[in-house]
């Protein structure tokens, strides 16, 4: 070994509660270095002439804590390369000290030795200051780095390294995205030594209430019940509407009788679009995941596979399919990386891309209009296509004078087959031009309800029913919605 770091813990109390042994390594080690020198132990050894340095300066160099770890990290690496060190840490080494973690990773690298030599935790101090039972359930999390995704509201919530009023601010916010702004949260200082102080305040006030203190945690008591942003309220919501207690209607659906509700809850979402609602749109989406769940809760009611399988097997597609985000592939634009999806699509169900057919291409179940657009685009792929819009074209009109010849023979199949072919013709002069004809169709769709409204309002200020007026007097409301560009 070319070195040697012993850390020590300075624990979460005064010098009456720190360990005889650390006390002794302490008082006989001659290089001591310490993350902070405020905490109440060393303030108390200072009066005993405790000679140590500290890496207080470093925090004030960096803006990001990763920062200054990293160059604690160094500093220590480097000392213990000369000679054996002590690194002194408030609480216990291995709990919350980011640089422990990183100097046990390194240390091995560089062949140091390094030893843990305890310290009381802050943990069994914080909850006897705030008197709850840990075996309820509880999370520690670090609040100069704390995540949305891994805050669980059922659960008693401590957040440690929240040194000042710029992280509490951060932690603040970011619980109030889960939590009532008035949720009371207790601010935790100098758990268990002779300075303690407890101040709840509601979680709104949390970053005026904070001053710099390295023995500062916060302690969030879990809600009575879950937050209703939980991905987990949702999902048992779902499944109490389809237990034994739920809801009749929720409980005899099946996969084929909820298969309408799929396709109406698609496509009023993508209205929602359209109008550019966002308000419509977070309903419309939550009713699109509605159906998620509720065909994930008849499979796990089946025994067949449950919502945790749908997310994992779409969350490994996506690392799969994005190889220049999760591997060490490149690409230059979005099209490179549309290929790219194709070819692993390829590869993960054996195929060759000689081997595709139209058939196994353009998907099943789908509306016809997005069924022929996708059918003309796998062809042109292959070459099939025309080379310009305007040829496309030529085409429609063909069609349109072939669909004349049998609306005047009149015979309803061949008027349905020409009929066919004029609708197939002008989505593939729109697939042409880059318009999707699903969207250009929709957009017809609400201007039409857009002056047909106007058209249903005139008729009503004139107290007579729609039969009332000709074709020509509907005709003149109508262009009048035109005019006034509805």
Not at 328 to 346: G, M, Y
Not at 454 to 463: D, P, R, T
Request: glycine share 6%.
């Amino acid at each position: 070994m070319k070195g040697k770091i012993t850390i020590v813990g300075l624990g979460a109390g005064d010098l009456n509660q720190l360990p005889l042994g650390i006390y002794r390594i302490l008082k006989s080690t001659e290089k001591i270095y310490l993350r902070t020198k405020e905490h109440p132990v060393i303030q108390e050894l200072e009066q005993e002439g405790f000679i140590y340095t500290s890496f207080d300066h470093v925090y004030e160099k960096h803006e990001q804590f990763e920062d200054v770890y990293e160059e604690i990290m160094n500093l220590l690496l480097e000392a213990a390369m000369q000679d054996e060190i002590v690194y002194a840490v408030p609480g216990h080494p291995l709990v919350a000290e980011k640089t422990v973690q990183l100097l046990l990773e390194e240390g091995l690298k560089k062949n140091i030795l390094t030893i843990i030599s305890g310290g009381q935790s802050f943990i069994d101090a914080l909850f006897t200051a705030v008197k709850v039972d840990p075996i309820e359930g509880f999370q520690l999390l670090d609040g100069t780095d704390l995540q949305l995704k891994d805050i669980q509201t059922n659960q008693h919530l401590i957040i440690g390294q929240v040194y000042d009023a710029f992280i509490a601010s951060n932690v603040k916010l970011t619980l109030m995205e889960k939590y009532p702004d008035e949720y009371e949260v207790t601010i935790v200082t100098a758990a268990g030594s002779g300075e303690e102080s407890l101040r709840k305040v509601p979680l709104f006030e949390l970053d005026r209430q904070m001053t710099l203190n390295n023995l500062t945690s916060l302690y969030v008591p879990p809600m009575k019940e879950a937050s209703l942003k939980e991905f987990t309220s949702l999902k048992e919501i779902i499944s109490i509407l389809r237990g034994p207690n739920g809801c009749p209607w929720d409980k005899k659906q099946t996969h084929q009788s909820l298969k309408k509700y799929l396709i109406e809850e698609s496509y009023e979402l993508l209205e929602a679009i359209d109008e550019d609602d966002i308000d419509h749109i977070i309903e419309e989406l939550g009713d699109v995941l509605l159906q998620v769940m509720l065909h994930s809760q008849i499979g796990e009611d089946e025994g067949m596979f449950t919502i945790d399988d749908v997310i994992e097997n779409i969350s490994s597609k996506m690392i799969r399919r994005h190889p220049h985000v999760f591997g060490d592939q490149t690409v230059s634009n979005a099209e490179e990386v549309v290929e790219n999806w194709r070819e692993i699509k390829r590869a993960e169900k054996g195929e060759a891309e000689s081997q595709t057919s139209i058939s196994e291409q353009v998907g099943k179940g789908l509306p016809a209009t997005i069924r022929a657009y996708n059918m003309q685009k796998f062809a042109s792929k292959l070459g099939f296509d025309w080379d310009r819009a305007d040829e496309s074209l030529k085409k429609v009109q063909e069609e349109i004078k072939e669909f004349e010849i049998e609306l005047e023979k009149g015979n309803k199949e061949s008027q349905i087959f020409e009929m066919g072919d004029l609708l197939f013709s002008v989505i593939n002069t729109a697939r042409l031009m880059s318009i999707h004809p699903e969207e250009a169709l929709e957009m017809a769709n609400q201007k039409f309800i857009r002056r047909f409204s106007y058209v249903e309002q005139q008729v009503a200020k004139s107290g007579k029913a729609f039969n009332d007026f000709t074709l020509e007097e509907l005709d003149s409301f109508w262009n009048m919605a035109k005019e006034q560009g509805l």
